[in-house]
């Protein structure tokens, strides 16, 4: 197709003639235009889409095709695209129809896509999608190893490239939002060589000191703008994925545009839509932090005061439902008039119970006197001491008869027996004097021991009889037939005292009041201690030696207290 000359203009002569016709680059634009629309009219092209990041804001699509060799930019106006049964993906491969144009405004060429169909996933993906399937199988991105990111980091370290409008982006949202130190690891972002870079940054970020010269980051942020996928492979590296999940650092992946998806998003803890929003992700806000502190603190206040009130209003009910002291004393008080009054007749009571059991424990004591068991006593003693002498009389008579008869054994034995006899012989003798040692020991330390027990019951008697009362100076008053006189009104006209040494006959003066008369006193029995004093104190009347005889045997006779009266201290 031959192209048409262009319309002729008049030249300017600078000095020297040229046959060469000028053309006006809007002219040439249009030509080129013409020429290659009729070239290549509708064509089916073949290729991976690249750099699609969603519809513009007039509605139109813009991204390339691109295989191994060339690219090309395409275009789908709105109208088309939401006609399109197949909608342009990332990295899918598709055969789309077109008419090839120019855009003389870039002068440059590109398809202007009518209809969309899907050929496969391309290259790219394919490779992508592998690598992901094998990092996955090692467990790099299972949830369970995501960290929770700082509510409010100390220092924020960021891997971007400092020449990019993505750190100015992320240090004036960190200013707007929470002013916080930025440590910036500068790395290449994109090429040959940016994902070794941008792995080495963050294991440098991982090897700072906690507290050394430079500050360890809290959080980390790997950031980068949008492109295509050849442009955001650095971070599609096993390398850079391997080194972020090693990373101990919590780790915020902010790399490409919303739409864009590369393998360090998944093993990073937190992924970002955009650099604006992990800052966002890293750092509350300040004013929203003072505000909400503001607010509890508030809040606090309110709540203590609504306690203070509560607990007063507590107070004053508990006050008011609280008994005067009169009415709650009252039933301890009524307890204590009624115990009161119970003492009395139960000290009493008591008192009767005790003395019922002292007067039955003197019943039994005079029915069973420290006498008669010391009699028996001393009878068991002489009983044991003579049969220990009987068994040891016993004893040495049985030992005399069988060393008898071993003499006599002796005498009918040979020479050699003889001499085993004499030793057996001097054996028993041995045994014998040893049996004996230990029978005589035994037999003085049973006497002894029953010697002490009678002594000890002696005592006892001595300490419980009336006869240690008498000792100390007192004297018992017995009528004529024994009876102790325990008042005035029993008196009787003669009498008995009894001292500890001996009694004395006495005589009642005539006109004493409640005087009785009695029988004449009878004399001391015979054999008592006082005898003597008692004749020597008794006047001397004539008939006096005939009364005497049956008068001591009747007061002899009448020592002994009937048994079915109360017993007495003086009675024993």
Not at 83 to 100: D, H, K, Y
Not at 252 to 257: R, T, W, Y
Not at 518 to 543: F, M
Request: glycine residues 10%; hydrophobic residues 40%; contains cysteine.
């Amino acid at each position: 197709m031959a192209v048409p000359p262009p319309p002729a203009k008049a030249a300017v002569s600078t000095g020297t003639v040229s046959n060469v016709p000028e053309w006006s680059v809007g002219d040439l634009a249009s030509a080129l235009k013409r020429t290659l629309e009729d070239a290549f009219g509708h064509v089916r092209l073949r290729g991976e889409i690249s750099g699609f990041r969603g519809q513009h804001g007039s509605g139109h699509a813009y991204f390339s095709l691109k295989d191994g060799n060339a690219r090309i930019d395409a275009v789908v106006w709105k109208g088309t695209f939401n006609r399109l049964r197949q909608r342009p993906q990332e990295g899918l491969e598709v055969v789309a129809t077109g008419r090839i144009t120019t855009f003389p405004g870039k002068s440059s060429y590109q398809i202007v896509i009518e209809t969309l169909e899907p050929a496969g996933i391309g290259a790219w993906m394919a490779l992508l999608e592998e690598r992901k399937r094998l990092l996955a199988a090692e467990g790099l991105f299972a949830a369970e190893r995501k960290r929770a990111i700082p509510y409010l980091p100390r220092v924020v370290g960021v891997v971007t490239s400092p020449t990019g409008a993505v750190i100015r982006d992320i240090l004036h949202r960190l200013e707007d939002r929470f002013p916080r130190p930025v440590l910036v690891w500068p790395v290449r972002v994109q090429g040959e060589g940016a994902a070794e870079e941008i792995a080495a940054a963050i294991r440098g970020f991982n090897a700072l000191a906690p507290n050394g010269p430079i500050p360890r980051p809290d959080v980390l942020i790997v950031a980068r703008g949008g492109g295509s996928i050849e442009d955001l492979w650095a971070f599609n590296e096993e390398c850079v994925v391997r080194a972020a999940s090693e990373s101990t650092i919590p780790l915020i992946s902010a790399v490409g545009h919303e739409t864009d998806t590369t393998l360090i998003d998944f093993v990073s803890d937190r992924r970002a839509p955009t650099p604006t929003g992990a800052a966002e992700m890293a750092v509350p806000v300040r004013a929203d932090l003072i505000a909400e502190v503001v607010d509890l603190g508030r809040r606090q206040r309110e709540a203590v005061l609504r306690r203070l009130d509560r607990e007063r209003s507590d107070l004053r009910a508990l006050v008011r439902a609280m008994p005067d002291v009169d009415a709650f004393l009252a039933a301890k008080r009524q307890r204590l008039d009624l115990a009161e009054a119970r003492l009395g007749p139960a000290l009493a009571g008591n008192a009767r119970v005790f003395r019922l059991r002292v007067s039955r424990l003197v019943e039994r004591f005079a029915r069973h006197p420290p006498t008669l068991a010391l009699a028996q006593a001393r009878g068991r003693l002489a009983r044991i001491g003579d049969r220990s002498g009987s068994a040891l009389r016993h004893d040495t008579a049985r030992k005399g008869e069988k060393l008898a008869y071993l003499g006599r054994r002796l005498v009918v034995a040979r020479d050699g027996t003889l001499g085993r006899a004499r030793t057996d012989q001097a054996r028993s003798r041995d045994r014998l004097g040893a049996l004996q040692a230990r029978l005589v020991q035994a037999g003085a330390r049973l006497t002894e021991r029953r010697a002490d027990r009678l002594a000890g019951l002696a005592g006892l008697l001595g300490s419980l009889s009336y006869r240690a009362v008498l000792a100390r100076g007192y004297a018992l008053v017995r009528d004529v037939d024994g009876t102790p006189v325990r008042a005035a009104a029993e008196a009787r006209a003669h009498m008995i005292l009894e001292f500890s040494d001996g009694t004395v006959g006495v005589r009642a003066e005539a006109g004493s009041p409640a005087m009785a008369t009695g029988p004449e006193p009878a004399g001391p029995p015979e054999g008592d201690p006082g005898q003597a004093v008692r004749r020597k104190a008794a006047p001397k009347r004539a008939g006096a030696k005939k009364a005497e005889t049956p008068r001591i045997a009747q007061a002899e006779a009448a020592t002994a207290p009937p048994p079915t009266r109360q017993g007495s201290l003086f009675d024993l």
